[in-house]
C-alpha cells in the first residue's frame, strides 16, 4: 500500500498564543488560529480564530509575546476551548497537524483534551532546518522575511503580525507550502515530514 504524499492530502495548520509561566499558573492558551492546507495549499476559506477565556485572576507572563495585554479583557470574556470543541473537532481530528515547534502546540492541546488524539504531527521548525540548512534563525516570524514570504504574508493576513495566533498559523501553512512546492519534496511521503528531526 503506498504512503499518502502529504502534498496531495488536507492538513491543518495551528497556532496558540499562551499566556506564558507564572508561579502557581499553568500556561494557557489565549489564542488559537488554524487555517488548512489542502493539497500542499494554503486555503483561507477553511480557518478559524479565536481567543480564548483566560480568567482575570491568571496573570500572564510579562514576557510572553502578543497583544495580550490590550486584549485582557476581552480574553477574559472569550469562550474556552471546551466550549469552541465541537468546531475545533471538524479542523484537529483525523488530519494531520502542522505547527513551528510542534511540541508546543501539541502538549497545550493535550492538557486542553487530555483524552483526545491528534496528529500525526509535522513541525515546519524541523523541516525548515532540512530544507534551507543555510538560514542562521529559524524563528517563524524571521524565516518568513528571509524567504521572501512577506508581501503574501501581507495579503493573506492584512493588518495582522507576528505572536498573532491567525498570523503564525498561517505563516506556518505558507512555509510548508513553499516547501511542497520544491522538487523532491513535493513527492515525500507523510511519514518521511513526521519523522524529521
Not at 14 to 28: H, K, V
Not at 159 to 177: G, I, Q, R, S
Request: charged fraction near 20%.
Amino acid at each position: 500500500m503506498s504512503m499518502p504524499l502529504l502534498s496531495q492530502i488536507d492538513a491543518v495548520a495551528l497556532d496558540f498564543e499562551a499566556t506564558g509561566s507564572a508561579p502557581g499558573f499553568m500556561n494557557a492558551p489565549w489564542q488559537i488560529g488554524l487555517v488548512v492546507i489542502s493539497n500542499g495549499h494554503v486555503d483561507l476559506n477553511h480557518s478559524f480564530n479565536s481567543l480564548l477565556r483566560v480568567s482575570k485572576e491568571q496573570p500572564f507572563n510579562p514576557y510572553a509575546p502578543g497583544r495580550w495585554a490590550q486584549l485582557r479583557e476581552e480574553i477574559s470574556q472569550a469562550p474556552t476551548m471546551q466550549e469552541l470543541w465541537t468546531t475545533l473537532r471538524e479542523f484537529l481530528q483525523g488530519r494531520p497537524l502542522i505547527a513551528h515547534h510542534a511540541p508546543t502546540e501539541r502538549g497545550l492541546l493535550g492538557q486542553e483534551f487530555p483524552l483526545q488524539e491528534f496528529g500525526p504531527w509535522v513541525d515546519t521548525l524541523a523541516i525548515a532546518k532540512n530544507a534551507f540548512p543555510h538560514q542562521k534563525d529559524f524563528k517563524l516570524e524571521n524565516l518568513i522575511p528571509r524567504l521572501g514570504l512577506s508581501a503574501i504574508m501581507s495579503e493573506r493576513c492584512p493588518n495582522l503580525e507576528p505572536h498573532d495566533a491567525f498570523y503564525d498559523a498561517v505563516a506556518c501553512a505558507t512555509l510548508l507550502e513553499t516547501v511542497l512546492a520544491a522538487p523532491g519534496w513535493h513527492e515525500m511521503p507523510l511519514e518521511q515530514y513526521v519523522a524529521m528531526r
